[in-house]
């Protein structure tokens, strides 16, 4: 059962339900004024009677039959009984009809006032000893029932048959956004990832279903994006280095390297491919890590002993350039993955190195909540494509083209942004900053 039909029976017996429950209570409201008002019809009959024979004789006995005589209609009856519950007089309806009642309904009548026996609603007066009791045909009562009956349970066919038809339209424009996600997701069981989802304007549940819905298989097909270049990054940066590996394993094995210090050159170079090999794979281990959602452990981390750390470890840097790492006069402390942000910092900073002529400047720094750092190097072309992975600008130099990425997974992860501002022969600067900052340059 499509959930489509489930809304549509649910509504629609609710609807019911409810017309049911509200035809019962009208029913029973119009009865009891209807039962009400025969009882005062029946009350307002026997009044000025009763005062004319008091007027006229002040003993019951001599009037007593006369008033139940007076009172009698086609739609009252009348009885008059002693103290002990017997019949003294009966005067039936006008039509002929004689109610026929045993002992027990007299004495039911006696102990209630007012109320309903059989066909019949009744009121009970005190003429002195005597009970005069008033029988008030049902019939006319029972006929608005049933005509009011009639009359609520054809309007409910009817308003149902219109509700049903509007609840169809209604339910189908709701759960159109329902049946496009299945007929998407159908398309992508079949293995078509490519597919385009609208965008939903409707903020409703289903609105917002289908944004997300939307957002995930852009998600998914970025994923799946990325596993293509990944496997085509790797096997290309992968072939190089097994190639040559295979090709001198194979020429050892020959016995083709009989000189002691050639092979062990060979054996040398094969450790350098292999080595670069191992850091592709820990570079890829890396990224797939941080993309892959893991928490960080954001702690404390002072500014200062960071920056002394990366001064340290790249201490051998100021060989060959001019490398400066500015402290702060009053150190702060900012919450981040210290592991993970040093490893971002130290990227920038072997590119900066890389990339800058012998001689050049390299600096790192700490402002306006920016972890700087800038070099005086050959500058990037461009600065948006340099962050994707295995994207390469300078072909001349040895590398992975994963370096930056590593550094945007990083800022990603920790909610930073990653600014890159640099000019052609004169420079990069890359920040990394907790809150959004100016153009520096």
């Not at 339209?169 to 299945?182: A, E």
């Not at 549940?205 to 957002?215: C, T």
Request: aromatic share 10%; net charge neutral.
């Amino acid at each position: 059962m499509s959930v489509r039909l489930k809304f549509l029976i649910f509504f629609v017996g609710a609807y019911l339900v409810s017309m049911l429950s509200i035809t019962l209570f009208t029913i029973a409201t119009v009865r009891e004024l209807l039962l009400n008002y025969t009882y005062d019809y029946m009350d307002y009959q026997i009044k000025p009677a009763v005062e004319f024979y008091k007027n006229l004789h002040t003993n019951p006995n001599k009037y007593i039959n006369l008033l139940a005589s007076d009172v009698v209609s086609r739609e009252i009856a009348s009885l008059v009984v002693d103290k002990k519950g017997k019949i003294l007089h009966k005067e039936p309806f006008l039509d002929g009809e004689d109610p026929h009642l045993t002992q027990d309904d007299v004495m039911f009548l006696l102990t209630n006032k007012k109320g309903l026996l059989h066909d019949y609603a009744f009121i009970v007066k005190d003429i002195g000893d005597y009970k005069l009791i008033l029988l008030g045909k049902m019939e006319k009562i029972e006929g608005i029932q049933r005509r009011l009956l009639f009359f609520m349970t054809s309007f409910s066919l009817v308003i149902s048959l219109m509700i049903t038809l509007l609840l169809m339209i209604f339910i189908k424009h709701l759960l159109k956004p329902l049946g496009y996600l299945t007929e998407i997701s159908r398309e992508v069981y079949r293995g078509n990832i490519n597919v385009q989802i609208e965008k939903s304007n409707s903020t409703d549940e289903f609105g917002v279903l289908q944004n997300a819905y939307r957002d995930m298989i852009e998600k998914l097909q970025k994923t799946f994006d990325w596993q293509k270049e990944f496997i085509a990054g790797m096997a290309h940066e992968l072939k190089t280095p097994l190639t040559y590996i295979k090709g001198q394993l194979e020429l050892i094995s020959m016995g083709i390297y009989k000189d002691g210090n050639k092979l062990r050159q060979v054996v040398k170079n094969m450790l350098v491919q292999t080595n670069k090999m191992e850091r592709l794979m820990n570079h890829l281990i890396l990224l797939m890590r941080l993309e892959s959602g893991i928490p960080l452990r954001l702690l404390p981390v002072s500014v200062n002993e960071l920056l002394a750390e990366i001064d340290e470890e790249y201490e051998f840097i100021k060989q060959t350039h001019n490398f400066k790492v500015e402290y702060l006069d009053k150190d702060v402390e900012i919450l981040a993955d210290k592991d993970y942000l040093k490893i971002a910092i130290g990227n920038l900073v072997e590119n900066s190195y890389k990339y800058t002529q012998r001689g050049g400047s390299i600096k790192v720094f700490y402002k306006d909540a920016c972890l700087v750092v800038e070099d005086n190097g050959r500058g990037i072309k461009n600065t948006e494509k340099v962050v994707e992975r295995f994207y390469r600008e300078a072909q001349d130099k040895d590398g992975f083209g994963l370096g930056l990425a590593i550094v945007k997974a990083i800022a990603d992860a920790h909610h930073f942004e990653l600014i890159i501002e640099s000019k052609l022969s004169k420079g990069t600067r890359v920040l990394l900053c907790a809150k959004g900052v100016q153009n520096m340059l």
